[in-house]
């Protein structure tokens, strides 16, 4: 008897070692990524064996953003549309980390073909592979027919997304990141609450400081959920200040450009607003915790937050004030008469140099652009830039996409990319993390300016064309 | 002599696993990360530069990891005195009196080090939320004012951070102490009791020397386990840049795209670690007391 029992449970232990080969989950609390991730584990479809020769298959690695968890599955179908229209068989991997994902893989050598992961994110992968030259040059996928149409991929994206910073790290006209999913970023707030009160939306930042002033005790103007927000926030309030030809120039670091008189504004500006910010949004702003910070607006806590069209889906289960409705706002114009900005967010689609099929890669790349493509990814709420689209948007999504339509500039573009130096950070810690200081007191205005100036330098120094 | 050789053939057979395995996953990685902090390259880029000893003398003036250093030492000095300080207090009193429900506390104290530092980091969430998290709201039913501290801001991150982390550690430290506890002969102690002494010269004659050298023992691993949880705590609970470690600053260089850099931290830190534990294995030593 005591041997069977030690037996049953000696082929437990062996069994319960198997158990844990065979699952593919993934595991760890929530850990969501700003600013385009959800709360909630996404599905880890783990790409299987390669298809036997004779077919192509090929790795697809794209983020589990908030539209996947909107639309659950949306990858896979775009993935299967992409299969029935050219017979290339495609891999899956679509998941909320996916720089953990794939990341030991790449560092192995073994690269995907196509990857959706946009610039920005904390990890900073696609920073890095654009620092390390490691992407494909994509130009003549805008040249190639979209699968399944008869249009060239380059119709089909509308101007002006193929010639910024975004899309063409290099400044030298080629395009390596395929722009994905624009989505309008801006300060959002609870209409319902705006209309109860009777106040009118700021179009200027003297408004906006007057409408501060009136505000009820417990009620701040502002919050952030972490300091990644603000580099949307920073893009487009530099547009609004200074104009596309100070912004182009502050992008690159140009010499003494945080000197300019517009500078100065702006910097003055974020430190004005951060004396209005509600004093626990650092304590909150971070990975665990940043969602709290956006509850705030919720529970009309904090009037205005920025943030992107996902928040509508990330915080669709959460409790908020009776007649709170969703409003976005561009930012406000520098001086009255003058034009609001808002900054048009742009994921990235690419494909690693060291892809090995990067034809079939390419093929995948131009059919996210095709009609089946965009239809799919618009049921997750995710707009490719391709004209149109928005005309067959409801409710929330209308009104957010309609803000170029009611005066706003659009700000496209990013920091330009710079080699990697020992001991120079990276642009969010430069430029945004600083902010956090700014609010609890433990960073002076001058101090923040000081750093950035000279890390703007060494950035000019080592930038990459 | 045949015999001693097959045995000792035995023996390297069954030792040959592990060590190989060690070898393969604890000594070639250490040894790669001496190797590449005299390079530089990219995470995922397979081409290096040499660049010497260039490295360390960046870092050496890098602000930001003077500071992610200071904030280790602090994290180890304070930690390590405060786990210690309550493991063996609480040790003593569950070996020594003899109280109801001794392995029902056992079992609770132990518990929070099973837990993964994300289930952690999510329960302090909720402990440390400014509105109507648990402190705040057990401060302010106390004082009857709002309370509202600010547990995760600049001022208290840290503090957070040491609270987190002793709760995490003490059952274990606890555990082990009250084994070594155990071992004492209760006969010493009645003896002491008759010659007069109280609870606590019991406690720092007989206890403590006679537990000595599994204090010792602990205490490196956990000065060694300081520095790594300090970078998971930090990296679960807190915002990026606030209150960096040794090892979140070393995390932060890759994804800045510098390995190199983040080698040379890694070397740094575990020279760092291996000194402190030489020097406190150095000042503790006593002569082994046999019982």
């Known amino acids: 008897m005591k041997k069977l029992l030690s037996v049953l449970l000696a082929s437990l232990m062996v069994l319960s070692l198997l158990a844990a080969c065979g ?13 385009s991730g959800g709360d909630t584990q996404a599905p880890d479809n783990s790409g299987g064996d390669a298809e036997p020769a004779g077919d192509v298959t090929i790795q697809v690695a794209a983020l589990a953003s ?26 899956l991997i679509c998941d909320k980390n996916l720089e953990d994902v794939i990341g030991p893989a790449m560092q192995g050598g073994e690269f995907p073909d196509v990857i959706h992961l946009a610039t920005g994110r904390e990890k900073g992968l696609t920073e890095q592979f654009i620092k390390d030259r490691n992407i494909a040059d994509i130009t003549d996928v805008l040249s190639m027919t979209v699968p399944g149409e008869s249009a060239k991929v380059g119709d ?45 939306v700021p179009t200027t930042w003297d408004e906006m400081w ?149 034809d079939a890669a390419k093929q995948f790349v131009a059919f996210l652009y095709s009609d089946a493509a965009c239809a799919i990814f618009a049921k997750g709420g995710a707009i490719q830039p391709v004209p149109g689209l928005t005309d067959s948007l409801e409710g929330d999504n209308k009104m957010f996409y309609s803000i170029y339509d009611n005066g706003a500039d659009a700000a496209m573009g990013n920091f330009a990319a710079y080699d990697a130096v020992a001991g120079l950070g990276t642009v969010r810690e430069v430029f945004l993390d600083p902010v956090n200081g700014l609010v609890n007191g433990s960073v002076t205005k001058d101090q923040w300016i000081a750093d950035v100036k000279a890390a703007s330098d060494q950035m000019r120094a080592n930038i990459m064309e | 002599m045949r015999r001693s050789k097959e045995r000792s053939r035995f023996i390297a057979l069954c030792v040959a696993p592990a060590a190989i395995l060690f070898f393969i996953f604890m000594v070639l990685p250490t040894v790669n990360v001496f190797r590449m902090s005299f390079f530089e390259r990219g995470a995922y880029s397979p081409t290096e530069t040499f660049v010497g000893l260039s490295n360390f003398k960046v870092l050496f003036q890098d602000a930001k990891f003077i500071s992610a250093m200071q904030n280790t030492v602090l994290l180890i000095v304070t930690v390590t005195l405060v786990t210690f300080f309550f493991a063996i207090v609480f040790a003593a009193i569950l070996t020594r009196e003899k109280i109801r429900g001794q392995n029902f506390f056992r079992v609770i104290f132990y518990i929070p080090n099973i837990l ?176």
Do not use: H
């Open chain 2, 116 to 291: 993964s530092v994300v289930v952690i980091a999510g329960i302090f969430s909720a402990i440390y939320k400014p509105e109507n998290g648990m402190l705040n709201s057990i401060l302010s039913a106390i004082s009857g004012r709002d309370i509202m501290i600010l547990w995760k801001d600049q001022q208290m991150v840290i503090i957070s951070i040491i609270i987190a982390m002793v709760w995490q550690a003490i059952g274990y430290y606890m555990v082990m102490y009250m084994a070594s506890m155990s071992a004492v002969p209760m006969d010493l102690y009645e003896s002491a009791s008759l010659d007069g002494a109280g609870r606590l010269a019991q406690f720092f004659q007989i206890t403590l020397p006679l537990i000595w050298t599994n204090i010792r023992t602990t205490l490196t691993f956990f000065i060694i386990s300081t520095i790594n949880m300090a970078f998971l705590f930090v990296k679960a609970m807190v915002a990026k840049g606030m209150a960096d470690v040794g090892l979140s600053f070393m995390y932060n260089q890759k994804d800045a795209g510098l390995y190199g850099y983040a080698m040379a931290a890694g070397v740094v830190i575990f020279l760092f670690s291996f000194l402190l534990s030489a020097l406190v294995n150095k000042v503790t030593q006593r002569d082994v007391l046999e019982m």
């Open chain 1, 23 to 35: 699952s593919g989950g993934n595991n760890g609390g929530q850990n969501a990524q700003p600013p």
């Open chain 1, 66 to 91: 908030g539209y996947e968890e909107a639309y659950p599955g949306m990858w896979q179908e775009v993935c299967d549309a992409f299969t029935a229209a050219t017979g290339i068989k495609v891999d």
């Open chain 1, 156 to 200: 089909k994206i509308v101007g002006g997304f193929t010639d910024t910073s975004v899309t063409n790290p290099y400044n030298d006209g080629k395009t390596y990141l395929a722009p994905m999913f624009y989505s309008p970023c801006g300060l959002f707030y609870n209409a319902g609450l705006f209309e109860e009160k009777g106040w009118t």
């Open chain 1, 210 to 358: 007057a409408l501060a002033d009136e505000l009820p005790e417990g009620t701040s103007l502002f919050t952030y959920p972490t300091t990644g927000y603000f580099d949307a926030f920073l893009y487009a309030l530099m547009y609004s200040v200074g104009g596309p030809d100070f912004y182009n120039k502050a992008l690159r670091y140009e010499e003494g450009i945080w000197d300019t008189p517009e500078a100065q504004q702006c910097f003055d500006i974020i430190e004005k607003l951060a004396s209005y910010t509600n004093p626990i949004t650092p304590a909150q702003a971070n990975d665990q915790d940043f969602t709290q910070n956006q509850q705030l607006v919720l529970d009309n806590k904090a009037l205005f937050m920025p943030n992107g069209t996902w928040i509508v889906g990330e915080m669709a289960e959460a409790p908020r004030a009776d007649g709170f409705q969703w409003g976005m706002t561009a930012l406000p114009a520098a001086k009255s008469g003058g034009n609001g900005a808002s900054y048009c967010w742009l994921e990235q689609a690419w494909i690693p140099a060291g892809a090995p099929n990067l």
